[in-house]
């Protein structure tokens, strides 16, 4: 526990760094060496335990995302996740005051996640969680690593 605590506070400071390139100089490449997606399982806790699927069990909790293999010499990288949601929200019951909060129209599906990330081992992560309302369906989800795309999933909460 100590470790992960540990490694938690390196990761923090690392993503304050600023890794940008020194004027004149190119940016530092990022290669994409492979990237998967499926479910975590927190039964282990102190270790990564994933397993690649494109189904995630509609289960409060369960935990599911990404694993990309990255090649770089750049402490921390840009990664953002545009995630697009389901096409139907959870139907409201009549009278419930967060009825009109619960429809979500076509403009506003999408929902985007902008943070650094460092790589351990030569990998990033990017881990979700099912929340108490979210509803079963098909997903896509696209993680953009320094501006370019480095993972597409097509996904199912089932």
Same mark, same amino acid.
């Given at each position: 526990?100590?470790?992960?605590?540990?490694?938690?506070?390196?990761?923090?400071?690392?993503?304050?760094?600023?890794?940008?390139?020194?004027?004149?100089?190119?940016?530092?490449?990022?290669?994409?060496?492979?990237?998967?997606?499926?479910?975590?399982?927190?039964?282990?806790?102190?270790?990564?335990?994933?397993?690649?699927?494109?189904?995630?069990?509609?289960?409060?909790?369960?935990?599911?995302?990404?694993? /990309?293999?990255?090649?770089?010499?750049?402490? =921390?990288?840009?990664?953002?996740?545009?995630?697009?949601?389901?096409?139907?929200?959870?139907?409201?019951?009549?009278?419930?005051?967060?009825?009109?909060?619960?429809?979500?129209?076509?403009?506003?599906?999408?929902?985007? =996640?902008?943070?650094?990330?460092?790589?351990?081992?030569?990998?990033?992560?990017?881990?979700?969680? /099912?929340?108490?309302?979210?509803?079963?369906?098909?997903?896509?989800?696209?993680? /953009? /690593?320094?501006?370019?795309?480095?993972?597409?999933?097509?996904?199912?909460?089932?």
């Amino acid at each position: 526990m100590m470790i992960r605590k540990a490694l938690l506070l390196l990761a923090v400071f690392m993503n304050s760094l600023v890794c940008a390139a020194p004027p004149g100089q190119a940016a530092t490449p990022v290669e994409i060496l492979s990237a998967e997606f499926g479910i975590f399982d927190a039964s282990k806790p102190g270790e990564l335990a994933f397993e690649p699927t494109a189904v995630v069990p509609h289960r409060v909790g369960q935990r599911y995302g990404w694993v /990309i293999e990255v090649r770089t010499t750049r402490r =921390s990288l840009s990664v953002r996740e545009e995630y697009l949601l389901p096409t139907t929200a959870k139907a409201a019951t009549a009278g419930d005051p967060l009825a009109e909060s619960l429809s979500i129209t076509t403009q506003r599906r999408n929902q985007v =996640s902008q943070r650094q990330l460092v790589p351990v081992d030569g990998r990033i992560i990017g881990e979700w969680e /099912i929340g108490p309302h979210e509803p079963a369906g098909q997903r896509h989800l696209q993680v /953009i /690593i320094e501006g370019h795309l480095g993972g597409s999933f097509q996904y199912r909460v089932e």
